[in-house]
């Protein structure tokens, strides 16, 4: 058992490679003279692919299981590496190369976050969840790490690195089979059935919650540096090693709490804890003191980096026999991280500071369905 949950956590690793997607955009720019608008191509096709593929190969996992669809995402993710390997001739194979990697990765979360539970003792899905979150973070960092310290003549020398080592992850996949748990089902999902459980009202609201989440997440790294540079003339990039963003780092550290805090306390209990110290997170940041806006990051980060396997988790756990059609529908929620921070961004023309009003109205409306998770007694299986 334990190197089959290796193995799965070694796929949460390989999503986070998805991330290098915003390192590469400078270096596209640079590589191939291109303009800020034809660069922005790359983490648009990376999000596009969780808005058309995870529904699909959320049925397909029903249907086919998700040790085949686990294996068909990580071959795609393999493809996507090896083309720059063999030729980068031109920014368009760049953006085919981003393409198959971000609809990899699409398949992989599909098939990978409900597959820990699978793989999981009673009780302990949220807790090893986010904590496949963390290794999956970690990866996230990976790839900035290595272009600063190791890869330093030729950024093009990542890409057979992480096609290394997505082989590998492919290899333990393949050779360690994966016990599904089976459930008694009166029909196989289908793309109108996925959708057909979005007229359950908390169903809707948990995956309109990951919607807000990733595009508040989005938002908020993507707004924060500009933030501080207006207000306090400061570089986030000073306040972290190797330019990681400082939120981003808040949030791999919190994930990492969370898997430890779970153990003492039931997911629906900390899925309203970590709500509250999000709200309070972002309020700080209208409070206009240096050492208050740069605390309040590092809140939101810590806060923000349970959210998704909070709502991951307890939403299967009470619909266990639906988990592949929710999981579909769940990841393609991720679809927000491209649509909520384009809104940022108009009203940040006008005002970083407002800007940040729609990542707060975010976070309380994902309070509210916290206070209603809380309510519902949604543990499940949990401790």
């Given at each position: 058992?334990?190197?089959?949950?290796?193995?799965?956590?070694?796929?949460?690793?390989?999503?986070?490679?998805?991330?290098?997607?915003?390192?590469?955009?400078?270096?596209?720019?640079?590589?191939?003279?291109?303009?800020?608008?034809?660069?922005?191509?790359?983490?648009?096709?990376?999000?596009?692919?969780?808005?058309?593929?995870?529904?699909?190969?959320?049925?397909?996992?029903?249907?086919?299981?998700?040790?085949?669809?686990?294996?068909?995402?990580?071959?795609?993710?393999?493809?996507?590496?090896?083309?720059?390997?063999?030729?980068?001739?031109?920014?368009?194979?760049?953006?085919?190369?981003?393409?198959?990697?971000?609809?990899?990765?699409?398949?992989?979360?599909?098939?990978?976050?409900?597959?820990?539970?699978?793989?999981?003792?009673?009780?302990?899905?949220?807790?090893?969840?986010?904590?496949?979150?963390?290794?999956?973070?970690?990866?996230?960092?990976?790839?900035?790490?290595?272009?600063?310290?190791?890869?330093?003549?030729?950024?093009?020398?990542?890409?057979?690195?992480?096609?290394?080592?997505?082989?590998?992850?492919?290899?333990?996949?393949?050779?360690?089979?994966?016990?599904?748990?089976?459930?008694?089902?009166?029909?196989?999902?289908?793309?109108?059935?996925?959708?057909?459980?979005?007229?359950?009202?908390?169903?809707?609201m948990m995956v309109?919650?990951?919607?807000?989440?990733?595009?508040?997440?989005?938002?908020?790294?993507?707004?924060?540096?500009t933030y501080l540079?207006?207000?306090?003339?400061?570089?986030?990039?000073?306040?972290?090693?190797?330019?990681?963003?400082?939120?981003?780092?808040?949030?791999?550290?919190?994930?990492?709490?969370?898997?430890?805090?779970?153990?003492?306390?039931?997911?629906?209990?900390?899925?309203?804890?970590?709500?509250?110290?999000?709200?309070?997170?972002?309020?700080?940041?209208?409070?206009?003191?240096?050492?208050?806006?740069?605390?309040?990051?590092?809140?939101?980060?810590?806060?923000?980096?349970?959210?998704?396997?909070?709502?991951?988790?307890?939403?299967?756990?009470?619909?266990?026999?639906?988990?592949?059609?929710?999981?579909?529908?769940?990841?393609?929620?991720?679809?927000?991280?491209?649509?909520?921070?384009?809104?940022?961004?108009?009203?940040?023309?006008?005002?970083?500071?407002?800007?940040?009003?729609?990542?707060?109205?975010?976070?309380?409306?994902?309070?509210?369905?916290?206070?209603?998770?809380?309510?519902?007694?949604?543990?499940?299986?949990q401790k």
């Amino acid at each position: 058992m334990r190197i089959r949950v290796f193995s799965v956590f070694f796929v949460f690793f390989i999503m986070g490679f998805g991330d290098i997607v915003g390192t590469l955009v400078a270096f596209a720019r640079e590589e191939f003279e291109i303009s800020k608008t034809i660069a922005g191509l790359l983490p648009f096709v990376g999000f596009m692919a969780y808005g058309i593929f995870s529904v699909p190969f959320g049925v397909l996992s029903d249907r086919k299981g998700k040790r085949f669809v686990l294996l068909l995402g990580l071959i795609v993710v393999l493809i996507g590496f090896m083309i720059p390997v063999i030729s980068l001739s031109s920014f368009y194979l760049l953006v085919l190369s981003i393409f198959l990697v971000g609809s990899g990765i699409t398949v992989l979360q599909v098939a990978g976050n409900p597959v820990m539970r699978e793989v999981s003792s009673e009780g302990n899905f949220s807790r090893n969840l986010t904590f496949a979150q963390f290794i999956k973070a970690i990866g996230s960092l990976a790839g900035p790490f290595l272009i600063g310290l190791v890869i330093l003549k030729n950024w093009k020398d990542l890409f057979p690195l992480y096609a290394f080592l997505t082989a590998i992850t492919l290899f333990l996949i393949f050779f360690f089979r994966i016990k599904e748990k089976s459930g008694e089902k009166e029909e196989r999902a289908s793309i109108r059935s996925s959708f057909a459980l979005l007229r359950d009202p908390y169903i809707f609201m948990m995956v309109f919650g990951i919607f807000l989440y990733v595009g508040a997440e989005v938002g908020i790294n993507s707004w924060i540096a500009t933030y501080l540079h207006d207000l306090f003339n400061l570089d986030i990039k000073s306040l972290a090693t190797l330019s990681i963003g400082f939120f981003f780092f808040a949030l791999m550290i919190g994930r990492l709490l969370g898997s430890i805090i779970l153990n003492w306390i039931s997911p629906s209990k900390f899925f309203l804890l970590t709500s509250i110290f999000s709200v309070l997170g972002i309020l700080g940041l209208f409070i206009k003191i240096k050492f208050v806006v740069i605390g309040s990051i590092f809140l939101t980060g810590l806060a923000f980096g349970n959210i998704f396997p909070l709502i991951f988790s307890i939403l299967v756990d009470k619909f266990p026999e639906k988990n592949n059609e929710l999981s579909g529908l769940l990841v393609m929620a991720i679809v927000g991280g491209a649509i909520i921070p384009f809104f940022m961004g108009m009203i940040a023309d006008r005002s970083v500071t407002l800007t940040f009003l729609i990542p707060l109205a975010s976070v309380i409306f994902i309070t509210f369905v916290s206070i209603l998770t809380l309510k519902r007694g949604q543990d499940g299986l949990q401790k």
